[in-house]
Every structure is written in C-alpha cells, then in structure tokens.
T-cell receptor, first 112, second 109 residues
Framework: DAGITQSPRHKVTETGTPVTLRCHQT?????MYWYRQDPGHGLRLIHY???????DKGEVSDGYSVSRSKTEDFLLTLESATSSQTSVYFC???????????FGSGTRLTVV | GQQVMQIPQYQHVQEGEDFTTYCNSS?????IQWYKQRPGGHPVFLIQ?????EVKKQKRLTFQFGEAKKNSSLHITATQTTDVGTYFC?????????FGAGTTVTVRA
C-alpha cells in the first residue's frame, strides 16, 4: 500500500549474523508494528511502537530488538540470526489503535 | 492472554458455491477486524465490526459480529476465483491486534 515500505524485500543471511529490517512510513501514523508470518501460525506480533522512542514487546520478541528514533522509521534487528527466524516479516501502521492496519509488502528472510 | 481462533484452517470451494469461516475469541472484543491476504501478498484490511450483532456487507461478502462480541463470521456467496487467499480475523487488545491463524481458501473452477 502507498505510504508504507519495507526494505529489503528479500534477504538471505548466515546464522549468527546481525540483520536489520526497515519499515518506513509517510503517513505520520503514531502506531507501528512488526509481525512475523509462518505457516500454521498466522501473524504473530514481535514488537510494536506507540510513538517515537516508545516501544514494547509482543508475543514472540525473544531474539529481536527494535528502535524508533523518528516517526517514519521503525527498525527491527535480529541480534544474532538463527534458522528459527527464517520467516516473512510484515510491518504495519495505524493512526489509532482501534482502527484497521495498513501492512507493508513484507520482507522474506532466510537464515542459512 | 487474548486468543483468537479461526475455523476451518482450509476451505476448498467449488466456484459458485457459498462458504462461511468462523472466528472465536477467548475474551469479549471491543471490535473485530477482517483481513484478506492473496497468495504471495500482504494482509489487506477489509472491514471492522464494532456493535453487538452487527452485520455488514461488501458485495458477496457478509460479515457478522456475535451478540456477545466474542465471535464473528465471514460468509461468501457465489465464490469466484478472485476470492482465493487467506482470510484473517483480528481482535484488539491494548495497543495491538491478535490475529487468528487464518482460513486459506482455494477455489475449483
């Protein structure tokens, strides 16, 4: 959707290396989220942000960290990638926590 | 914590037939949202239901929110090949949405 972009779209990395995924929005929305999607598990929340420098953990946050130094950017870092972190990662935004989310196109990450 | 369950996980439908997918929450929801994800794509917001017993329609899709605001359904009439994809329901909790595992729909022409 217009207004939210994720980079990179695809990445292959080696076990033990750090990886950073970027979510960029031009909507000036307050709330940003990182989800991972795996077969049979739907969308599981990793971390979320409710403002600049305001972040919190989701249900599957172990092994991940986030930063939000600007409204428009929400970074997800895998400190030391493991094969279990092979997944599709989606960023989402919303202007109000009760409203529908707009998702980015996703990043397909493979850890070998 | 809040859990959202969806059934069935898979739905194989003959083109032209109707089907329904169901969503159940372990807790009362302030609202329920539905999303569609096409194969290889990203989830796209379809609709939000807020009121107890609310029914909303989008062309051949009918969304319903239960009286107790703990369950919801999506009914598709006269299924078309364009309906292929995974349909997710989601319920809000604090700042975040909890998604069901989704119903993946395939259509036989």
């Amino acid at each position: 959707d217009a207004g939210i972009t994720q980079s990179p779209r695809h990445k292959v990395t080696e076990t033990g290396t750090p990886v950073t995924l970027r979510c960029h929005q031009t909507e000036n929305h307050r709330y940003m989220y990182w989800y991972r999607q795996d077969p049979g598990h739907g969308l599981r929340l990793i971390h979320y942000s409710y403002g600049v420098k305001d972040t919190d953990k989701g249900e599957v946050s172990d092994g991940y960290s986030v930063s939000r130094s600007k409204t428009e950017d929400f970074l997800l870092t895998l400190e030391s990638a493991t094969s279990s972190q092979t997944s599709v990662y989606f960023c989402a935004i919303t202007s109000d926590r009760g409203l529908g989310y707009t998702f980015g196109s996703g990043t397909r990450l493979t850890v070998v | 914590g809040q859990q959202v369950m969806q059934i069935p996980q898979y739905q194989h439908v003959q083109e032209g037939e109707d089907f329904t997918t169901y969503c159940n929450s372990s807790t009362t929801l302030s609202n329920i949202q539905w999303y569609k994800q096409r194969p290889g794509g990203h989830p796209v917001f379809l609709i939000q239901l807020v009121k107890s017993g609310e029914v909303k329609k989008q062309k051949r899709l009918t969304f319903q929110f239960g009286e107790a605001k703990k369950n919801s359904s999506l009914h598709i009439t006269a299924t078309q090949t364009t309906d292929v994809g995974t349909y997710f329901c989601a319920g809000p909790h604090d700042y975040k949405l909890s998604f069901g595992a989704g119903t993946t729909v395939t259509v036989r022409a």
